[in-house]
């Protein structure tokens, strides 16, 4: 009964730490997800992070909400308000990271505690009660959503190449800045 309490806390803690917009908890936690874009200096210019909830913006899924963090980082997650569009359980929150001495952008996906949670209470139940093996369906559920997820933050990656590309006149690059 304990775990259940501690599991309705971290719940409650994560989602209030979410929607704050919490630095911290936007930048600790374990890696599921990260791809690495080389960017010089001139690519990193380019950059307007500010669009990015713009140029990944789709109607199919939950729309993905973006808030700039201390230190050029910026913070995404999928939208909590319901809409028509499909949904699933978000595995992980976002965070897009310009490092100028490695000469790269990061996208990060961050495991969500309350996966991890959920992820270990389907582990432990069957071991104490063979009942609840069907729990394990959940981590499924959870694989699936990570790989709908994950093409997602390949997006957000994509919108941060396409900004980068030097092709791109800088009459548009002026515009974009304005608008964004």
């Not at 806390?9 to 997800?33: K, Q, S």
Request: net charge positive; aromatic share 12%.
């Amino acid at each position: 009964m304990v775990f259940f309490y501690a599991m309705v806390a971290v719940m409650v803690v994560e989602i209030v730490l979410m929607l704050a917009w919490n630095p911290l908890y936007f930048g600790l936690g374990i890696r599921l997800f990260s791809e690495r874009i080389p960017a010089t200096a001139e690519m990193r210019e380019r950059l307007v992070l500010n669009c990015l909830e713009r140029d990944v913006a789709t109607y199919e899924w939950i729309p993905m909400l973006f808030r700039p963090l201390p230190g050029g980082r910026m913070a995404f997650r999928e939208s909590f308000f319901l809409s028509g569009a499909k949904r699933y359980y978000p595995v992980m929150r976002g965070l897009v990271v310009v490092d100028a001495r490695r000469n790269q952008v990061r996208v990060e996906g961050i495991c969500n505690w309350m996966t991890l949670g959920i992820a270990v209470l389907c582990v432990a139940m069957p071991m104490v009660a063979t009942s609840t093996w069907p729990m394990l369906l959940i981590l499924g559920l959870f694989v699936y959503c990570y790989f709908i997820q994950r093409r997602r933050y390949h997006e957000v990656a994509e919108a941060l190449r396409e900004q980068m590309r030097t092709e791109l006149p800088e009459a548009i690059m002026q515009l974009r800045r304005r608008v964004g």
